[in-house]
Every structure is written in structure tokens, then in C-alpha cells.
């Protein structure tokens, strides 16, 4: 089983429909989670951080289910400009490895 | 602020060639990291450091070496360049192993 794993997707969505994607990570002590967001040909970008009690960000909600070893991303309202590669990236504890999911491609259609 | 900055933008080598891929990030980070992305991969983590004179193997170290002799510099060397190795490399770094991490802009590298 890989580390860090994400379905790659594509979820073909509407503009504002609401959408979500999970990580599952097998790595249990792995203490720190995000997600980030990657278009085409570019660098990776920090979109949230995922904390045990979630976190939401306007549009974005991050949460993290311990019990059940996944983070999860809900996008409410999509817009045109969400299309992109979502990736997690686990890590911390008892490793130094920083390790990414494939990435999960939102196309949101008009 | 320059973040984290790679060096070069895009290359083409040959097969057994060697060469350096630059990397240096201005933030005082610890943990810097090299990724290689190729389509439908994801990043895969090729070295990582949590410190100045500290260096480790990630997923796919082979093919690969690493230093770390200052905090702000990461270079990672391609040892004798294979058609196996063209990829975009993503240098990354982060204040601390738990903190999220700042991605430079890649190098796209292709060996013919």
C-alpha cells in the first residue's frame, strides 16, 4: 500500500456544485497534514492546513479523520478558477519524510 | 523576499552527462526537500534535509546525490544522466519538518 494515496480523478463538476476529495495516509504517526493546490506546469501551493478539530477557509473545508487515517478537502460553490491538481502531503512524527499523494484533477465545467 | 529560487528554469542533457540542479531559499528553513513530478506520478521525494550538514534518501533517491553545507543552499546532482531522469524537480523548503512546505519553480529537465 503507498504511503499517501488519492483517487487522480478527473472529477468533471459544475460551476457551483460541491465537491470533495480524500487523502488516506498509513503512516499513523504522521502529526502534520495539508493540502495544496497545483496548475498545470506550476509549482505547488499551500491552500489549507488540516487540523484535528478542521479548519475551513471561505469555500474550503479541510478535515482530519485519525481513526479512519484520511484528511479530506470540500469545496463548496466551485468556480472556473478551482480547476486544478489538489494534493495532501503528510508527514512529521516519527519520520522526516514529507510525503505527496498523486493529486486529485478538478475540472469544474461551465 | 525571494522564497525559494531554482536554478536552471529548463535543460536539456545528454545520456551520461552530469549535472547540478541549484536550489537556495532565503527564509532561515531547516527541512528542504527535492521532488521529481512526471505525469501522473505526483511528486515523489527524492532527498530531504532537516538541517545544515543533515541529508537523507526519500522515495527515489537512485541516480542522485545531495548536500547540504548551509542552511539557505540544497543542491542536487545528477550523476551520470539517464533518459529515466527527465522530469520537472521541484525544490521545496519548510521552517520545520511539520510546517507546510514553499515550492520553488521547477526545473524541466530533459535527457535525450
Known amino acids: 500500500r503507498k504511503e499517501v494515496e488519492q483517487d487522480p480523478g478527473p472529477f468533471n463538476v459544475p460551476e457551483g456544485a460541491t465537491v470533495a476529495f480524500n487523502c488516506t495516509y498509513s503512516n499513523s504517526a504522521s502529526q502534520s497534514f495539508f493540502w495544496y493546490r497545483q496548475d498545470c506546469r506550476k509549482e505547488p501551493k499551500l491552500l489549507m492546513s488540516?487540523?484535528?478539530s478542521g479548519n475551513e477557509d471561505g469555500r474550503f473545508t479541510a478535515q482530519l479523520n485519525r481513526a479512519s487515517q484520511y484528511i479530506s478537502l470540500l469545496i463548496r460553490d466551485s468556480k472556473l478558477s478551482d480547476s486544478a491538481t489538489y494534493l495532501c502531503?503528510?508527514?512529521?512524527?516519527?519520520?522526516?519524510?514529507?510525503?505527496f499523494g498523486t493529486g486529485t484533477l478538478l475540472a469544474v465545467q461551465p | 523576499n525571494a522564497g525559494v529560487t531554482q536554478t536552471p528554469k529548463f535543460q536539456v542533457l545528454k545520456t551520461g552527462q552530469s549535472m547540478t540542479l541549484q536550489c537556495a531559499q532565503d527564509?532561515?528553513?531547516?527541512?528542504m526537500s527535492w521532488y521529481r513530478q512526471d505525469p501522473g506520478m505526483g511528486l515523489r521525494l527524492i532527498h530531504y534535509?532537516?538541517?545544515?550538514?543533515?541529508?537523507d534518501q526519500g522515495e527515489v533517491p537512485n541516480g542522485y546525490n545531495v548536500s547540504r553545507s548551509t542552511t539557505e543552499d540544497f543542491p542536487l546532482r545528477l550523476l551520470s544522466a539517464a533518459p529515466s531522469q527527465t522530469s520537472v524537480y521541484f525544490c521545496a523548503s519548510s521552517l520545520h519538518r511539520d510546517q507546510p512546505q514553499h515550492f520553488g519553480d521547477g526545473t524541466r529537465l530533459s535527457i535525450l
Open positions: 527564509m532561515n528553513h531547516e527541512y
Open positions: 488540516v487540523y484535528s
Open positions: 502531503d503528510t508527514g512529521g512524527g516519527a519520520t522526516n519524510k514529507l510525503i
Open positions: 534535509s532537516v538541517g545544515a550538514g543533515i541529508t
